[in-house]
Structures are given as C-alpha cells and as structure tokens.
C-alpha cells in the first residue's frame, strides 16, 4: 500500500470513475485502466493488457460491477497494453450487446484482438458525431491525430471534468504514485536533476521522456495540447503516469508539453 492509496482496490477518481489499473512496484511502467459507472450500467476506458487482465477484473467486481453489467469498452488507440485483454472482456462479459467503441482507424487493427465469430461489434465513434449518451452521462471524444497513433483520440467526462488522455501525459515513473501534483516551485524550475525543494522524486524527467519517445514529432504534440488547453478539464486521467487534479498543474503540463522540443522523429532529424 502506498501513501495515497490501496492499489489493490480500485481508487476513485472523480464521482462515478475508478482506477482500475495495476501497481507493480518493479514496473516503471503502470498502465491505468479506468472504470465508469453510471448506474447499473459501466464503461471500461482503455481496459488493459492480457497479463494484468485478472488484476483489473478483481478491481472491477470490488468496485460492485458486475461483468455483464459492463456495457461497452473504450479503446483509445489499438496497443495491446490497453487492448491485449480484449477478447477476455468479450468471453467474460457474455454481453451480446457489448460495444467496443474506437476510431475506423484504429479499429482495423483492433479486430485482430479477437475472433471474427465473437458477438462484440467494433462502434466507430465518428458515426456519433464523436460524443456518447452514456445514460444521461455525455462523453466527448477528441482527435488528437499522431499523438501518438494516427487514431489516437481522448475522452472528456463532461459531468465531472475528467479527460481520459491514453498515452498523452504519460509517464515511465520510476517512482509512481496515483495522484501527482506540484509545488509552488516546481512550476518555474529548470533543475530537473537537482530539486531545489529537495523532493523525494521529481515526476517531470520521466514524464518529457516518455513523451520525447513516444510521442512521433513537436509538431503533433503541439497540436493536441492546443486542442485540449481549450477543455475545462479538473481531472487528467492517463493510461500510464499518475492523475493530476489540480487545475495550476494540469495547465502546466499543458503548456510544458506544448513547448516540448526534441520529440521523436524531432530528436534525430
Ligand atoms: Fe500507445
Ligand atoms: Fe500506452
């Protein structure tokens, strides 16, 4: 157990969101699924890999969910650490009416993760207009093209704020925690290696450096922060890295991550 929380319960996030994802203190990799449940009813966002499959079901019955209650599975891109566990989400839900909501784009990678004979239906969200009506709990979903697969899209959580953003505010987190945030200091400091707070662990190194590989170019990064700076996000919910849900913090990571240079193919050309 960690100081700011029991991960191996789901933790809520925000009013009817849950991690859900798995803590592996020898990982410097955590992958963040989220749970959101409206009532009866629930959504899956970016579920997970095939390994941490088991993991993240446990979390989902503790929440009180139970499988054939999951309604749909949002994918935000087509890896598989948040796809790989696609076809167990399908066996175990036994849910005929089972939406797995993407991209057209990244969907024609996404149907390689299960058998063509499964009931589940890939849903493109454009034909939706790129919004849900998830009873009575609207999801907006925002292209953020290249950031970092051609598909690549986030969800914002109208009702409590929330941007679920996949890998964009991601993190290889040496040292991880759920919940992040800054000090008053952090926000104009250059001395990433040496902490003038004294700091245990400095988040940022880890977070531009995941950004700088994973991300392809300065370009699409920028892009997507532009869009989402305009959002009037109070939570950040990424599949890797921790949350941040102070309004300071997450415009500057905004903006740090607006600026960012040396990004993937940035880095070498
Ligand atoms: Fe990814
Ligand atoms: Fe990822």
Known sequence: MDINGNYNRPVKVADGIFWIGVYEPEA???????????????????????PDFANIMMKILQAGVQPQKIAGLIYQHYDPDLCGSLSN???LCDNKDLKIYS?????????????????AKLTDIGVSNYELDFYGR??????????????????FDELT??????????????????????????????????CPNH????????????????MPCNKSLSYSMGLLEKLPVKIIAPQHGSVYNKKRDIAFLISLLKDLKEVGMDAIA
């Open 28 to 50: 410097n990799l955590h992958c963040n699924a989220y749970l959101l449940v409206e009532g009866e009813h629930a959504l899956i966002i970016d579920g997970g890999s095939r």
């Open 89 to 91: 989400y399908i066996d």
């Open 103 to 119: 991209k057209a784009s990244n969907n024609m990678f996404l149907r390689y993760y299960f058998e063509k004979s499964h009931h």
């Open 138 to 155: 609207r999801l907006k979903f925002i292209k953020t093209p290249y950031t970092h697969a051609a598909g690549s899209f986030v969800t």
């Open 161 to 194: 704020g929330t941007l679920f953003t996949s890998d964009l505010f991601g993190s290889f987190s040496q040292k991880w925690r759920l919940f992040e945030e800054f000090n008053d200091g952090c926000l104009t400091c250059n001395e990433y290696g040496n």
């Open 199 to 214: 700091v245990d662990y400095c988040p940022l190194p880890d977070l531009i450096s995941f950004h700088q590989h994973v």
